[in-house]
Structures are given as structure tokens and as C-alpha cells.
């Protein structure tokens, strides 16, 4: 069956990581996603080295199972085929600073009048009604701004530090793409479009305080920011005479058996020790016994015995252990293809698993533009309609379709 998505249209207009993440997950559950770029690309695609010079690995990875049109948007004829789109398009989703897609004439007003029911969806950096609004947001910006880059400071004391990761990018994309689907719901119940905004930083702000409003969420307050046990210098993944293991004995049971391995009896009766608020309360002392008994044993040894024992641990990974890791294997988690360019490439699943409305890899990553010509003739455009747009180059293809 086709995906839970089938049969809705997104015209894109999203560029570098963030808007394309949220499209992404949409595409693979089913969406039409029709990538409008302009005449240089997505400038996601020169991100990393790739074959070629516009098919960098980021955007081979977030422009799968989407469609590519190139636009030029200067000209009026392209902006009228993307107004064409909307007539009978279902989502608008953009990133781009709202200023300049009204400038365009691509905003939430003009584009209801064509489509009421159009959904029209936006990320930028900050909430546009905030004295913030009007500012450029990348992802470095908001892990400052939000706190995040902050935190690996309250742990060890040195300067802030960025997540090794583009989180905000991803985060609010994330956010981004379920604010769509509940806009679809709701256009199921009612008819109704809506307009969607999803700041960066709002975004970020509220998935860090989830745990780090913490002490603060009372007032009078009941203790500090920071949720104690994970801005903890003593939490990190544990040494092991051969390597590193994550392990996490959570219940009182956990506890009494990981304390029996070890051979350390004693440690179950000490009063730090003894329950769940006692460990709640003595988190720097526990994970300090951690640190000093997993050393004992290698890292197989020790899974062994957490597996036996029902007790949370993981080993620790890196980067190209996952292409081997056993489990991700199994599950067909990575797949190598033949891209139609680009040649042979490593590819991932969507983590989404659907029982009966599947998600699935239906088309590469593009080319600028590769889908210009099957995208213009479903809309209705004739050959002479194609020709005349080609030649003021307000529609452009690759080299290779040109």
C-alpha cells in the first residue's frame, strides 16, 4: 500500500537543512513533494564532497523521494507557475524570512485567495511578532541563543560548546513537520486551511526546558535550572577494560543485581544507595561507583551479564560502526543503491514504520531541476507553454535535459 501521505502535494520551497528535514520525513511517508530551487540550487547540495558538484552527501541523504523544479523566482513567469502549483497544491512550506516571501508576493494572503484550503507552513529563526523577528537564524545562532550551547559548560566549567550536530536545524524541522500534519487533520474535520509558524529558537528553547526548567517550574522555586542527574560532569559513557559501555541500572531490582556482579553487596545497604529517592539524591556518588566497578571487566563481558540480568546497557558506538552494527543490519536499516548520476551510495531507512501504510525509498535525490518537464505537464503546461518559459529562463533544467 502506498504511504499514509499518499495523494497529499507540497510545493517546497525550504532550503539547506532545516525545511528540507521536515519535507523529507513527509516525502517518505508518501507526499508529493515538488522542490522548487532556484537557478544555483539548494545550497545544501554543496555541503560535503559528492560526485558531482551540486550532490553533496547532506542533500543526498534530505532530497530523497522529492521532485525538483528549477525557478527562476525573479522572473514573473516562474512566480506565476508556482501560483499555478497552489491552485490545486495541499501545503506551501517555506524557511525563507517571511519579509522576503511576501516581497515575492508568496505570502500567506495572497496565497489563500488562490487556495483557501492551502496549508501554509513556516520555520524562520525567531517568533516574527518578537523583537527577534526580523533577525537571520542559522543553526550555530540558536544553540546560542537558546541555551543549548550553554549546558556542556555547566557541566565541566570550560567555554560553551555546540552540539556536534546541526540539532536546531533538525529539531525544529522535526516540530515543523508534525505542525503540518496536524494542520491536515484539521482540514480533514473542517475544510479549512491555516497558516503554520514554528520559530527556531521557540522551538529549542522548549525542548531543552522540558527537562532543564526543572527547579524553576515552581514559585517559589524548589531548586535550580538543570535537571541535576544529567547536567551531572560524572554521566558519560563508562570505561571498561577493553572500551567504553553505556549502562544504566534505573530500578531498586537493577540496582541489588548490578551490585551482586560486582561483588559489592555492601553497596546495596548503604544508605545513599539503598532506594530510588536515596539515588535521586546522590546521583555524583553513583555514577562515581559506575565509573570505578565497569572497569573491572571488557565490554562484552559486562553486556553479557546486563543482558542476562534485564539491566539497561548499550556499548558505545562510533560513526562507522553503525554501517557494521549487528542490529541495524538486521532490520535492513542501510541499503545500498544505484543512483541514476551519482552511481553506488549508502542509504538509510526512515525510522517511521507504518504496519499497513508502508514508508519507502521511491525516488533518488534529484538533480537541479531533473523533474521540470514531468512537473510543468502535470500542472497542465503544453510544450509551447514549456519552450516559452525555457527560453526567458524563468524554468531551467540540468545540462543534460536541457
Known amino acids: 500500500m502506498p504511504g499514509p501521505l499518499h495523494g497529499v502535494r507540497i510545493v517546497d520551497m525550504t532550503a539547506v537543512l532545516l525545511g528540507p528535514f521536515a519535507t523529507q520525513h513527509l516525502a517518505d511517508m508518501g507526499a508529493d513533494v515538488i522542490k522548487i530551487e532556484p537557478p544555483e540550487g539548494d545550497l545544501l547540495r554543496v555541503s560535503g564532497k559528492g560526485r558531482s558538484p551540486d550532490m553533496g552527501p547532506i542533500y ?19 512566480l ?54 526580523h533577525k537571520p537564524a542559522f543553526d550555530d545562532l540558536v544553540q546560542g541563543a537558546s541555551g543549548a550551547a550553554s549546558l556542556q559548560a555547566r557541566i565541566d566549567g570550560l567555554r560553551p560548546k555546540f552540539m556536534p550536530s546541526l540539532i536546531a536545524d533538525k529539531t525544529t524541522g522535526l516540530h515543523l ?44 522555586p524548589t531548586g535550580t535550572m538543570g535537571y541535576d542527574r544529567i547536567i551531572n560532569k560524572y554521566r558519560h559513557p563508562f570505561p571498561t577494560k577493553d572500551g567504553y559501555i553505556c549502562a544504566l541500572p534505573y530500578t531498586d531490582k537493577h540496582w541489588e543485581r548490578f551490585f551482586e556482579m560486582a561483588n559489592r553487596p555492601d553497596l546495596a545497604k548503604e544508605p ?43 556499548p558505545v558506538n562510533t560513526l562507522e560502526g553503525l554501517l557494521k552494527d549487528e542490529h541495524l543490519t538486521a532490520t ?29 525509498y521511491r525516488r533518488h535525490a534529484p538533480r537541479v531541476g531533473a523533474d521540470g518537464l514531468e512537473v510543468m505537464k502535470e500542472f497542465g503546461y ?13 524554468l531551467l533544467f540540468p545540462a543534460s535535459a536541457a
Open 382 to 394: 503544453s510544450d509551447a507553454d514549456i519552450a516559452k518559459l525555457k527560453h526567458e529562463k524563468a
Open 332 to 360: 535492513g536499516f542501510f541499503t545500498e543503491r544505484q543512483h541514476p548520476t551519482e552511481g553506488k551510495i549508502t542509504t538509510f531507512a526512515s525510522p517511521l514504520d507504518f504496519e499497513k501504510t508502508k514508508t519507502e
Open 177 to 220: 513537520a508534525v505542525a503540518v500534519l496536524g494542520a491536515l487533520y484539521h482540514r480533514t474535520q473542517s475544510g479549512e486551511g491555516q497558516m503554520i509558524e514554528v520559530p527556531m529558537l521557540e522551538t529549542l528553547v522548549s525542548f531543552f526546558l522540558t527537562d532543564h526548567l526543572f527547579g524553576r517550574t515552581f514559585d517559589p
Open 60 to 78: 543526498m541523504a534530505a532530497g530523497r523521494n522529492k521532485r525538483s523544479v528549477c525557478l527562476d523566482l525573479k522572473k514573473p513567469a516562474a
Open 272 to 314: 545513599k544507595f539503598v532506594d530510588k529517592r536515596q539515588r535521586a539524591a546522590h546521583f555524583d556518588e553513583l555514577y562515581q561507583v559506575l565509573d570505578s566497578i565497569l572497569k573491572i571487566r571488557t565490554t562484552k563481558e559486562w553486556l553479557d551479564l546486563f543482558d542476562e540480568a534485564d539491566i539497561p546497557a548499550m
Open 80 to 133: 506565476a507557475v508556482v501560483k499555478k502549483m497552489i491552485e490545486s497544491a495541499d501545503i506551501f512550506i517555506h524557511n525563507s524570512r517571511p519579509q522576503a516571501i511576501e516581497r515575492l508576493g508568496l505570502g500567506y494572503e495572497d496565497l489563500k485567495k488562490i487556495n483557501p484550503r492551502i496549508i501554509y507552513a513556516y520555520s524562520l529563526g525567531y517568533k516574527r511578532k518578537g523583537p527577534y523577528g
